[in-house]
């Protein structure tokens, strides 16, 4: 069973950081592709950073590499900094897990198979 679970949102005011954390279940963690977005209220979910398992990251050109992202397969986890915030980041902050283990990283999520409930982030101005 492969669930991925994100944390570390928060409410921040602008241009404060936040390290967001997902932690997904499943014994091939190592070979996932992992993938965060975001969605505000009434837009379309949005890419920002995805990593694969040879650690090679993609990012979104809305935030760039502004957002670094990581992970720790030890600890079957995978990071995403945010900074510095702006008030129009606020969303809700989503996993999503590729767990075909290809180097190609998708930006559309429709390529992730695996979703977590999201973790709120919202900034104040």
């Known amino acids: 069973q492969v669930q991925p679970v994100e944390s570390g949102g928060g409410l921040v005011q602008a241009g404060d950081s936040l390290r967001l954390s997902c932690v997904v279940s499943?014994?091939?963690?190592?070979?996932?592709?992992i993938a965060w977005f975001r969605q505000a209220p009434g837009e379309e979910r949005e890419f920002i950073a995805a990593?694969?398992?040879?650690?090679?990251?993609n990012y979104g050109g809305s935030t760039g590499g502004r957002f670094p992202i990581a992970r720790d397969n030890e600890k079957n986890t995978v990071s995403l900094q945010v900074n510095p915030l702006k008030p129009e980041e606020a969303a809700i902050y989503y996993c999503g897990v590729d767990p075909t283990g290809g180097l190609y990283i998708s930006t559309m999520s429709g390529q992730y198979d695996y979703w977590g409930q999201g973790t709120q982030v919202t900034v104040s101005s």
């Open positions: 499943g014994n091939r963690f190592m070979y996932y592709t």
């Open positions: 990593i694969n398992w040879r650690h090679t990251a």
